[in-house]
């Protein structure tokens, strides 16, 4: 890996791809960056080095992509992970939360063992938009009984204005996006 690989590279491996998966939606394509090892590596570490200053136990991550930044944390900071998955994926007891989409409703589930009553828990997704899944992984840990530590994202939209949902917490993003045609 180039040592001096910087985020304005790592950028360079994301894709804009107009109108998916609807009109007017402006979806940003991380499978380039996914499948340049270097600069995948330059991700993880550079969001590895944007969290070492919070203090955690644990990571939280939904699925499909925010598994994929939170395993590299968790492997990375020597934490477990914790899955935060769809209804009726995990095969324990299971604590929810819901949050708001467009048109309706969506739930994260996790273990109801793997959020103990005061873990500082890391949350960490690859992109943060209007701050919903976010919003539910906190709730997920604070009704457990855990603090969140931070969140994390390698991605943020800041016109759509996640970061707001997020008040109080500590939010790290390593890309940032102003527009929606950047």
Do not use: Q
């Not at 600069?39 to 200053?53: E, F, G, N, P």
């Not at 944390?73 to 324990?92: E, Q, V």
Request: net charge negative; hydrophobic share 40%; with cysteine.
């Amino acid at each position: 890996m180039p040592e001096s690989m910087d985020v304005r590279e790592i950028e360079n491996h994301i894709k804009t791809v107009a109108d998916f998966p609807k009109s007017g939606i402006s979806f940003k394509d991380i499978t380039p960056l996914l499948e340049d090892g270097p600069a995948l590596r330059a991700a993880v570490d550079s969001l590895a080095a944007a969290t070492a200053t919070i203090e955690y136990d644990r990571i939280v991550s939904a699925e499909a992509r925010g598994f994929v930044f939170g395993t590299a944390l968790a492997y990375c900071s020597r934490k477990g992970l914790i899955l935060a998955r769809k209804p009726n994926k995990l095969p324990r007891d299971t604590i929810s939360a819901s949050y708001e989409l467009e048109y309706g409703f969506e739930t994260l589930e996790a273990h109801a063992d793997s959020i103990k009553p005061g873990a500082r828990v890391l949350v960490a997704d690859d992109l943060l938009a209007t701050g919903g899944t976010a919003r539910a992984m906190c709730d997920l840990v604070e009704n457990a009984g855990g603090v969140v530590a931070g969140v994390a994202f390698l991605i943020e939209l800041s016109y759509l204005k996640g970061r707001e949902r997020l008040i109080p917490y500590n939010v790290v993003s390593l890309i940032s996006y102003d527009n929606p045609e950047d």
